[in-house]
């Protein structure tokens, strides 16, 4: 039985600044904001407040660093990967603290917080791979001519990343980013500054020259809005709401038309067909769902199961879902620790009270499970209906809604009804019928017999409103380098 | 001073082989060690050392002064069927090796290129007394080359990517990239510790396991290396090193009927032989072979550095490069100028002690491989090539060659045809652009060519138009692990490094899967 400890460690803040060009920053407005432990909703320190000037000084920098015959632009691509793989070597060698400091400011257990750090250390360390082999092209073509593709980095990169895996985020983006040459101007969310803006000293002391890397703490509508529409800034790249995400685009067409990728939401499907091992399946749809508080764009939000087997699978992760340890993150019993805000929390039980009025059954949770901090007990709903508001939206709390089904092309159907398209689930032993999910579900990513299979190697994205563009594996480097063709006539007569 | 020139030289121009920041610190206060110790002498099987089966041994010389260094296991089939076995097991379904997490086989390779650098300065001592190339080339060239072929192959493992097809009909169609199996891997004397690399790197990212033979002359650096790897943590039998000789040991791999693929570095004479017996069992070649390299040099060209880069093109290694450039071919404005700087600078190569921080050239590798160099000096002069510089034997311990000029040589002149592979440089006259491509095309090697011109289109045409598998412009010996290496022609089959190499490694397996209905 884990608790719900008032007292959070003693974890030492070493960074609280804007970091630009290797070099730590007040706020340019003078201003500093609060952050904030989910835990128990009191402060852990004040973080400057990087706002459009502090973004301007970045750019700056990162024209500089960007700038041809830079030391960046001219490092040797073996080199680019020698210093992304020694970030990774920090990561792991500081693990102990980052995962303190990650549970602290996000509130997920500190197993999770080590997983989320090795991920993101394997993560640059692939990248570190691709900085000396991705190639351009040349071209067969007309004997008068010489014609090939450079694949040039496209310039300053910004991003801006979520609160749900600080670190993890922090790796996806700077690995493709720095893999291809750019330089990187990254916002993280105001309410996990901390973590970043440690991996901002790492990022000095792996030996990145300064302006490649620069770190803004602010919020979205004074910080992460200066980043979408800067005239100088290149390329954009967001993870976050769909809502954000389009005025993202809108925002970044407006102003220059910078290169866009976005990582949006999910409301991803879960299927067990009638021949999946009911109590594998229970485990796996379990973690699908409540894995980080649900605060996952892949969460599986909508688990559909087959009549057959429906009634045993409720009552089995019922039992499940009762059994899940919800307390301090820093105890290392617990599987859940708080959701993330106070915003986050009364939305999450807003949408539970809406599935009741709209008459899913409770089967069990449903209501806060500590009065200090933002902790909600796992919540399960059976007979939930499609049209229903917890069937449509994305709720990023601890709430599994349950759906029942006969028939395999009518589950795909339902399941593909959706504006969201980030991933689908399907267990299944059988070969065929397993390769029609895969064809047919329109979703980014299609897992079978298995969930969140999220790999360095794999690319990751959604179909229609779950995003554009790939992240991880080698499409995850076409985002950020742009093509040039360069054509050489040859004037001589042989 | 000079020698300072040439190396910088070699590191940001010709051989570009360390990053600048690595190059900063090639010069520390570094001890050299003239005697280091040998720790391994014996054959390193699953990850252990062990005496030959007959218990025969053979000696390795020191070819600065033909004096016996040590001993070491002399390798026989026996101890080749012992090594193939244990490379067999490593490589059985479900083996540690098999299922692996690629990134993983990614991670031993960056451990092994770490520990090397670690030992950086022995295994450069070790690489001059064995093969008696200059310490500061092993150290600043050979090891750091080492490292990053190393470190560049440790990052495909996890990013050899198949396809997935789009098949007519109701399949899922896909391709597996899968390591072709046990590999043999036959190196030679010139570049023990770079060749070994170059073998190792690509058999451990595709997931191969190996037996590499290592050359008679120099397998001292090889076999602590094995160390290395058993120290990085490969499991056992994925390595296998061993030390012997051609006909029995070498042979004897290129035979057995469990090793799918051989990868052979040596002359073109061994080559085909090779070749001829690895196609009754239809084994998988590559080969990197022989070459007479054509150095083109125009008379548009930054004369300083055509004389300097052509100098070192030929003289690199005591000559004793696959991609030497033997055909030096001058165009006709030039040629008296040319000549005359060439004859100047090759006056000045030092030759000595290979420890010597002054020596520019270091011996031969044998008295056999001397005794060539000076038969094929004797012939220039008999088929009346102009012998303007050196010629002789330099001293009368170790295996030096006084560094050798010819000009006015004739393309059939034997100097001209022949893989000399000694210190011996031939100038030749050309008038046009297509005479040359012509001349230069004219051999049954075709290894590598370069180009010395400021001419943007000349540039380009002309290396389109040579026969060669690198070809380098203004520049010469740029070894980046990137690019890669091989011959057309009779110089081999197959490229070395770069993504190219992982092919040959590969095999391709297509799985085609019956599905109900098919949408695009």
């Known amino acids: 039985m884990a608790s719900f400890t008032s007292k959070p460690p003693k974890i030492e803040i070493k960074y609280t600044q804007i970091f630009i060009n290797n070099d730590w920053h007040k706020a340019t407005n003078g201003k500093t904001f609060p952050v904030i432990n989910p835990s128990t909703g009191e402060e852990i320190c004040q973080v400057e407040e990087g706002t459009k000037n502090d973004i301007d000084k970045a750019v700056e920098a990162a024209r500089k660093a960007f700038h041809i015959n830079s030391p960046w632009r001219t490092l040797e691509p073996s080199a680019r990967g020698k210093i992304m793989r020694k970030f990774a070597d920090l990561l792991r060698r500081d693990i102990e603290y980052l995962a303190q400091l990650e549970t602290l400011n996000n509130g997920k257990p500190v197993t999770n917080s080590k997983m989320d750090i090795m991920g993101a250390a394997a993560c640059i360390d692939y990248y570190a791979g691709w900085a000396d082999k991705f190639t351009g092209e040349t071209l067969p073509t007309t004997s008068d001519m010489f014609l090939y593709t450079r694949h040039e980095p496209i310039g300053i990169c910004g991003q801006i990343i979520p609160w749900n895996y600080p670190i993890l985020m922090l790796a996806t983006k700077l690995g493709p980013a720095l893999a291809c040459g750019n330089v990187v101007i990254l916002k993280p969310s105001e309410e996990t500054p901390l973590t970043a803006l440690y991996c901002a000293a790492l990022i000095k002391e792996a030996g990145f020259p300064p302006g490649v890397v620069n770190i803004v703490p602010g919020d979205g509508p004074n910080c992460g809005n200066a980043i979408v529409l800067h005239e100088h800034i290149n390329k954009i790249s967001f993870t976050g709401s769909v809502e954000v995400g389009k005025k993202v685009q809108e925002g970044a067409a407006k102003s220059n038309l910078k290169r866009v990728t976005l990582e949006l939401g999910g409301k991803s499907p879960l299927i067990i067909c009638e021949d999946a091992d009911v109590n594998f399946a229970v485990y796996v749809a379990h973690e699908a769902i409540f894995h980080n508080a649900a605060q996952n764009c892949i969460a599986a939000s909508r688990t559909f199961v087959h009549s057959k087997i429906y009634d045993e699978f409720i009552a089995k992760s019922v039992a499940l879902a009762k059994k899940r340890i919800v307390g301090d993150p820093f105890d290392p019993a617990t599987q859940q620790g708080p959701q993330i805000n106070k915003s986050q929390f009364k939305r999450i039980l807003n949408y539970i009270e809406s599935g009741k009025k709209a008459g899913a059954k409770l089967e069990c949770g449903g209501e806060k499970a500590n009065d200090k901090g933002y902790f909600i007990k796992p919540t399960v709903f059976s007979n939930v209906k499609d049209d229903m508001e917890i069937a449509r939206e994305e709720i990023f709390g601890p709430v599994m809604s349950v759906f029942k089904f006969d028939s395999y092309d009518e589950v795909i159907e339902r399941a593909n009804a959706t504006n969201f398209g980030l991933v689908a689930g399907v267990l299944t032993k059988d070969l065929t019928r397993a390769l029609k999910f895969v064809q047919e579900l329109q979703a980014g990513s299609v897992w079978v017999n298995t969930y969140a299979a999220m790999k360095a190697q794999a690319p990751f994205g959604g179909f229609k409103q779950s995003g554009q563009g790939r992240e991880f594996g080698k499409y995850g480097l076409e985002p950020y380098y ?13 | 001073m000079l020698s300072k020139l040439v190396s910088k030289q070699i590191i940001n121009h010709g051989l570009r082989l360390t990053t600048r920041a690595a190059s900063a610190s090639a010069q520390p206060k570094l001890v050299i060690d003239r005697k280091p110790p040998v720790k391994f002498q014996k054959l390193f099987i699953n990850n252990e050392f062990v005496d030959a089966s007959s218990g025969s041994t053979f000696e390795v010389i020191n070819p600065a002064t033909g004096d016996v260094i040590t001993e070491v296991a002399d390798a026989s089939e026996k101890d080749v069927d012992r090594a193939v076995k244990a ?6 379904l479900g083996s540690e090796w098999r299922r692996m997490d690629p990134a993983a086989r990614g991670q031993l390779l960056y451990k092994l290129a770490d520990l090397m650098e670690r030992d950086r300065a022995y295994l450069a001592a070790l690489e001059t007394l064995n093969n008696g190339k200059p310490f500061k080339d092993s150290y600043n060239v050979d090891i750091p080359h080492c490292i990053s072929v190393l470190r560049y192959y440790a990052g495909w493992p996890d990013k050899m990517n198949g396809k997935v097809l789009p098949v007519a009909g109701d399949f899922f169609s896909y391709t597996r990239r899968e390591p072709v199996g046990v590999v043999g891997q036959i190196i030679p004397w010139n570049f023990p510790m770079i060749l070994l690399c170059w073998k190792i790197g690509p058999s451990v990212a595709t997931g191969c396991t190996t037996v590499i033979k290592l050359d008679e002359h120099t397998p001292l650096t090889g076999l602590y ?40 570095t040596g002359s073109t004479q061994v080559g085909k032989l090779i070749g001829i017996e690895a196609a009754k069992l239809v084994k998988r070649t590559t080969l990197e072979l022989g070459g007479k390299s054509p150095n083109i040099v125009f008379a548009d060209c930054d004369l300083d550095t055509a004389v300097e880069m052509s100098h070192f093109a030929l003289f690199f290694n005591q000559g004793q490069c696959c991609c030497a450039g033997s055909r030096t071919y001058v165009e006709e404005k030039i040629y008296d100028e040319f000549v005359q700087r060439s004859i100047e600078r090759t006056k000045r190569r030092k030759v000595g002690d290979p420890f010597d921080e002054s020596t520019e050239q270091g011996p031969q590798i044998s008295h056999e491989q001397m005794d060539k160099i000076i038969d094929l000096i004797e012939s220039g002069k008999k088929n009346g090539a102009k012998l303007l510089v050196g010629g002789k034997r330099e001293g009368d311990k170790g295996f030096f060659v006084q560094p050798t000029l010819f000009a006015d040589v004739e393309d059939d002149h034997r100097i001209a045809r022949e893989e000399i592979f000694g210190p011996v440089m031939q100038i030749l006259k050309f008038k046009t652009v297509e005479e040359v491509i012509e001349r230069a095309n004219d051999s049954d090697y075709g290894l590598a060519a370069s180009v010395f011109s400021k001419d943007l289109d000349k540039s380009i045409v002309v290396s389109n138009g040579l026969r060669a598998g690198s070809v380098w412009v203004n520049t010469y010996d740029n070894f980046d692990p990137v690019a890669p290496f091989g011959g057309f022609k009779q110089s081999g089959l197959g490229r070395e490094k770069s993504e190219y190499s992982l092919d040959s490694y590969s095999e391709t397996k297509c799985v085609t899967i019956k599905i109900s209905q098919r949408n695009s």
Do not use: Q, W, Y
């Open chain 2, 225 to 264: 290396t094995a160390k290395l790897i058993e120290e990085a943590g490969f499991p056992p039998g994925v390595v296998n090193i061993i030390s012997g000789d051609g006909p029995h040991c070498g042979a004897s791999l290129v035979k057995h009927p469990d090793v799918h693929k051989i990868s052979f």
């Open chain 1, 482 to 494: 742009e093509v040039k063709t360069v054509a050489i006539k040859l004037l001589s007569k042989m």
């Open chain 2, 87 to 92: 490379a067999k097991d490593a490589f059985r």
